[in-house]
């Protein structure tokens, strides 16, 4: 499958996705991160007429469950108690990477449910236990939905600009803010400045090899902290740098001369949008995670005129700073019936639960006027 008729496919669909684009996929396989080594074996899945490519996922067997940010571990662990295999199961989802939108690449919706019938047809064919399709776009929810799929809930939390009345910089954005909130955000700011850090912001071809490894480095160091190893290897970095460096913005903080800590984004200037993705820091200062990975990127993106910013997977804490709820959804299919009736009691409790915490998030909207925008009556003195 040619590279220019996988990405024109991607290009016409309704939220694309850098990370679906040929070269990121690739460059996953190749540079070893996602592989049949680290779980991850490849299934690509397409649609032909006529030599002409209709339609295509990127499917895997997956012999576990980490990369994903869709947690059926325990959905996994009662197989296991019943003497059953969960393992494999059949994914369809970008690794490692928990960001909404479009999964089954169609030319047309016919396209698109005969897709979705089919890897429940592969999944059921081979004996698998399961298949899930992961941070689905919603025009694909129908259908999963008539495909008898299980949906299931999430939430996330992004930046969206105020299509009436956009902010015209980072002042304007926390003057919209209730009082307690800008207050924080403006004395977490003034704790990275007094320490004596400042930020570069680094843009495509502006990367050079000495940033990357530098932020390598750092990234390397977050998971170091948490007893765990990178997801992604250097290799794949490179990759990105070489293939795709217009999709990359990285910000680099210094101090007494040298940087400290790096913080990756990923954006897409035709979409005017930037995900979250990556960040390290090679000494501890208060509040700095917050600066790398909220304020600069805010900044930046107010200030190019971006639509959205997008903070990855869960963290409500971002809510306080201007970050607002959005509901994520997964397709699920289980081909044994007794624990599919489970896991749909299951997603209906819940989608009940998760209903209501998404309504006690809105209720601590950070806004002064309490709606899901970034609008207000106004700035205050």
Not at 57 to 80: I, T
Not at 113 to 125: F, I, N, P, S
Not at 351 to 371: A, I
Request: charged letters at 25%.
């Amino acid at each position: 499958m040619g590279r220019g008729e996988w990405n024109g496919l991607l290009a016409a669909q309704t939220s694309p996705l850098p990370f679906m684009k040929h070269e990121y996929l690739c460059a996953l396989h190749d540079s070893g991160s996602a592989t049949p080594d680290t779980g991850w074996a490849w299934r690509i899945v397409t649609l032909r007429r006529g030599g002409q490519l209709l339609g295509g996922a990127a499917m895997f067997l997956k012999s576990h469950s980490y990369g994903e940010y869709v947690f059926d571990w325990a959905w996994a662990d009662a197989y296991r108690r019943h003497g059953l295999r969960y393992y494999p199961k059949l994914l369809g989802a970008i690794p490692f990477t928990p960001v909404p939108g479009t999964r089954i690449l169609a030319a047309t919706d016919g396209v698109r449910e005969a897709l979705v019938g089919a890897l429940r047809d592969h999944a059921a064919r081979e004996g698998l236990s399961s298949a899930h399709v992961l941070f689905i776009e919603d025009d694909e929810r129908a259908a999963f939905e008539a495909d008898g799929w299980m949906l299931r809930e999430g939430v996330q939390f992004h930046w969206q600009s105020d299509a009436m009345r956009p902010c015209v910089d980072f002042a304007d954005l926390l003057a919209r803010l209730q009082r307690d909130k800008r207050k924080k955000i403006q004395q977490e700011r003034r704790r990275v400045a007094d320490a004596g850090v400042s930020f570069t912001a680094h843009r495509g071809r502006e990367i050079g090899a000495a940033e990357w490894d530098f932020f390598y480095q750092c990234y390397a160091l977050t998971y170091a902290a948490h007893h765990s190893t990178p997801y992604l290897t250097r290799e794949f970095f490179e990759q990105m740098a070489r293939l795709m460096p217009e999709h990359w913005l990285m910000f680099v903080g210094h101090r007494d001369g040298r940087p400290i800590a790096a913080s990756l984004v990923t954006i897409d200037e035709s979409q005017r949008v930037a995900w979250g993705r990556y960040w390290g820091c090679t000494e501890y200062v208060p509040c700095l995670h917050f600066e790398a990975c909220y304020y600069q990127p805010l900044n930046w993106c107010i200030a190019q005129g971006y639509l959205r910013f997008e903070g990855g997977a869960q963290g409500e804490h971002k809510m306080a700073r201007g970050l607002l709820p959005v509901r994520t959804t997964s397709a699920h299919w289980l081909r044994d019936p007794r624990f599919a009736s489970a896991v749909a009691d299951f997603l209906a409790q819940e989608g009940q639960g998760m209903q209501s915490y998404v309504d006690e998030l809105r209720e601590r909207n950070p806004f002064k006027d309490g709606t899901t925008t970034l609008g207000d009556e106004g700035r205050e003195d």
